[in-house]
């Protein structure tokens, strides 16, 4: 029987400096935090049988999740390339670009190419990995590209490219 994991896809290497920052400050947190659990488990532990003891069972919980995610940051961490620096006046998309679409219908949506470690759909941020990204890398200002979704391929046109926070 093979125990090995299926191989997950290469992510990218880039992320921009917020990003980097964010990721640094969560492990150092984490940290922070897992000197607190790791009290509170001992404590937990002090107080007897550990099979039925929920604040235990909880804590063992938790720092296995915490040490997971320690795990995963240190090794990512040092594979990640910063990108600083991005073309002034440029009207081509690269990494870190905020780009402005327009559907077939008429509508705008903007959205901001980002390393696949700081992706939030919630602020319009995509990871550079993903279809949409993929499309939209090196096209230029008045662009039309076809983008293939769950929904089917959808047609936008590239408005505006800039690279400054909005």
């Known amino acids: 029987m093979n125990r090995q994991r299926a191989s997950t896809p290469s992510r990218s290497p880039y992320i921009t400096r917020s990003g980097w920052e964010t990721l ?3 492990q ?3 940290w922070r935090r897992r000197r607190e659990v790791v009290r509170h488990l001992a404590a937990a532990a002090a107080e007897g049988d550990r099979s039925e003891n929920a604040e235990y069972i909880y804590r063992k ?3 296995r999740e915490m040490d997971r995610r320690i795990r ?3 090794k990512r961490l040092p594979e990640l390339k910063v990108v600083d620096n991005h073309p002034e006046g440029s009207e081509q998309v690269y990494f870190g670009a905020w780009v402005t679409l327009e559907n077939g219908d008429g509508s705008e949506q903007s959205l901001r ?3 696949a ?3 939030d759909p919630k602020r319009n941020w995509i990871s550079v990995d993903s279809p949409m990204a993929r499309a939209l890398l090196g096209r230029r200002i008045d662009d039309a590209v076809s983008v293939r979704t769950p929904a089917g391929d959808v047609e936008l046109v590239i408005l505006e490219v800039h690279y400054r926070m909005p």
């Open 72 to 74: 995963y940051l240190q």
């Open 113 to 115: 190419i980002v390393g």
């Open 24 to 26: 640094n400050r969560e």
């Open 61 to 63: 919980k938790q720092l």
């Open 117 to 119: 470690d700081e992706f």
């Open 28 to 30: 150092d947190d984490l």
